[in-house]
């Protein structure tokens, strides 16, 4: 992650880069990368190759990705979203979508460096989402930072390509190491780019699923793609749907989501921190002492 | 010592008849300003909001605040017991586990007594954020039940588009889609038959429409409705109780699902 030990660049004003690898793959991480380094390295940083990284091959990322670790008027830093967690979030009650994991990512990235003590005063990021609700975003939770938020910007900014081959070479190297947690007898590695249209993914995917427990942790089961491999799997019911289905919970049957209450602004408080205990309806012991449940200290 | 005189006792009828489908139990709270109530469905998605002031009972004493937790399925069937002219007298005493609800018929030759048992509800007391609302329609209550109960023969959602033109309510199902557009008309002669808009910037938003039915519940205690709306803010529907207070529906709108989530781009 670059030197422990703030640089003397790092106190000038400095430009950040923010891309990301491994959105669409139904396998394996999304990660987020990001590259720094001061307002007046800017110009050298764009002689250095950097490129968007999907326009590399892979030995060339690789070599970059050294070049820029050896570089000591650059920083870096990443953040790998493991795919458990990435299918946890989208499939909760209270889903969190690909694009809020994403933003979250982004604005985690940036408040590590800022409290690490650099002085960012620019940040360029590809955008996920709308571009301007995304920068009006950004803005507000890093008001002294000025965003350009642009789709392209892995091929438009040196920074972001800079971000981009970090990102993807993270995840590569972390696909390419990748231990799985499962054992069983033939489990292989072969899967291929990981996208759901590859032919060695899909086969991949066919061998590995199991009729009952599904997928091996590798893989995003929160992802579409995995729906079609379990037409004739275990049917599993879980208590928490009836309860759903009694309150009429999130109803997703016409491609909309019901918002609650609490997703625009309600809040609630504990009533018994305004209103003085009176132990109504219970019991004579409790009513004369005016005791009252306590759900949390 | 808690002591509620109504004279319009129809008018507690017509509230309880209005939330019960809504909420199932739910915490009265009186004060010296008046008796109301705060409750959200079960699945945290819409919010009633009562209040019937102080100022429109008859005899109205309240020596403490204090808070009586009902279910409300129990208290309509109580409240139905009372003829539709009777004076209806809340009582209830300091720490006590039951409510009191005392009918009389106009010509005092009847009077009821009913007990009923008070509930401890662990509810919490809810924040409403304040909003500006960017449109707000006030039209026939009747007319606004009569669109939610056609619009839900042919889908689940409605979406509410309001424009200098007017305010449209759309849905699609299976079988088709349906759009009702209501004008802005003030010449009418009576003015609770009126649709009045009132609009600085265009807004729509979509709900479920199981939800805007069960507010429509309400229509029998005003001859008009109240709907304000703000994009991304959930929906008001209000309807006014005779001079004494208000019942208002909160509504979460329904978002767009988010293609990305789960349909990836190879």
């Given at each position: 992650m670059g030197s422990k030990i703030l640089p003397k660049?790092?106190?000038?004003p400095c430009v950040m880069g923010i891309d990301e690898a491994g959105r669409g793959p139904v396998l394996g991480p999304m990660v987020y990368g990001c590259l720094y380094c001061s307002q007046s390295y800017l110009k050298t940083l764009?002689?250095?190759?950097?490129?968007?990284?999907?326009?590399?091959?892979e030995e060339k990322r690789e070599e970059l990705f050294e070049t820029l670790k050896l570089n000591d008027s650059i920083g870096w830093d990443v953040d790998v979203i493991d795919p458990r967690e990435l299918s946890a979030k989208m499939l909760k009650k209270n889903k969190i979508n690909l694009n809020e994991i994403s933003h979250s990512s982004a604005m985690g990235l940036i408040d590590r460096v800022l409290k690490m003590g650099v002085l960012l005063t620019e940040v360029y990021i590809d955008t996920v989402g709308d571009a301007g609700k995304y920068e009006m975003k950004l803005s507000n939770s890093f008001p002294s930072i000025k965003f350009v938020v642009a789709k392209k910007a892995d091929s438009l900014y040196p920074v972001v390509s800079g971000a981009s081959i970090v990102a993807k070479v993270t995840r590569d190297r972390a696909l390419r190491e990748w231990v799985l947690d499962e054992t069983a007898e033939n489990m292989q590695r072969n899967f291929g780019s990981g996208y759901p249209g590859d032919p060695q993914t899909k086969s991949w995917l066919e061998d590995h699923k199991h009729h009952i427990f599904g997928f091996p942790s590798l893989v995003r089961f929160s992802w579409g793609t995995c729906n079609s491999y379990f037409k004739d799997a275990a049917e599993v019911l879980w208590e928490s749907d009836n309860l759903d289905e009694d309150g009429g919970g999130s109803n997703n049957k016409n491609g909309k989501r019901q918002l609650k209450l609490s997703n625009v602004g309600f809040t609630t408080s504990k009533r018994s921190e305004e209103i003085e205990s009176s132990g109504k309806g219970r019991c004579r012991f409790f009513q004369a002492r005016k005791l009252e449940h306590l759900t949390y200290f | 010592m808690l002591e509620l005189r109504l004279v319009q006792g129809s008018l507690l009828k017509k509230v309880l008849e209005s939330i019960k489908e809504l909420v199932n139990d739910a915490n009265f709270d009186c004060s010296s300003t008046g008796f109301s109530l705060q409750a959200m469905d079960s699945s945290h998605v819409a919010l009633v909001a009562l209040l019937l002031r102080s100022e429109g009972f008859e005899h109205y004493r309240c020596d403490r605040n204090t808070s009586m937790g009902m279910n409300l399925n129990n208290m309509a069937k109580m409240l139905k017991c009372a003829g539709n002219d009777d004076i209806i007298t809340i009582k209830a005493d300091d720490g006590s586990d039951t409510v009191t609800f005392m009918f009389e018929s106009p010509t005092q030759d009847k009077i009821s007594d009913f007990e009923m048992k008070l509930m401890d509800i662990d509810s919490e007391h809810l924040g409403i954020p304040e909003a500006e609302y960017h449109a707000i329609v006030k039209m026939p209550s009747s007319e606004f039940a009569r669109i939610c109960k056609d619009l839900s023969s042919i889908g689940d959602t409605v979406v509410i588009s309001i424009t200098k033109e007017g305010v449209k309510f759309s849905t699609k199902g299976d079988i088709g889609t349906a759009n009702i557009v209501c004008r802005q008309n003030t010449s009418v002669d009576k003015p609770e038959e009126a649709t009045v808009i009132e609009m600085n910037e265009p807004v729509s938003l979509t709900f479920a429409l199981r939800y805007m039915n069960s507010f429509t519940k309400a229509t029998p205690l005003s001859n008009t409705v109240t709907i304000s709306l703000s994009n991304e803010l959930p929906v008001v529907v209000e309807y006014k109780i005779a001079e004494m207070g208000y019942v208002r529906f909160y509504l979460a709108p329904k978002i767009e699902e988010d293609e990305e989530d789960t349909k990836p781009q190879v």
């Open positions: 660049w790092a106190s000038k764009s002689t250095l190759s950097f490129a968007d990284s999907k326009t590399l091959k | -």
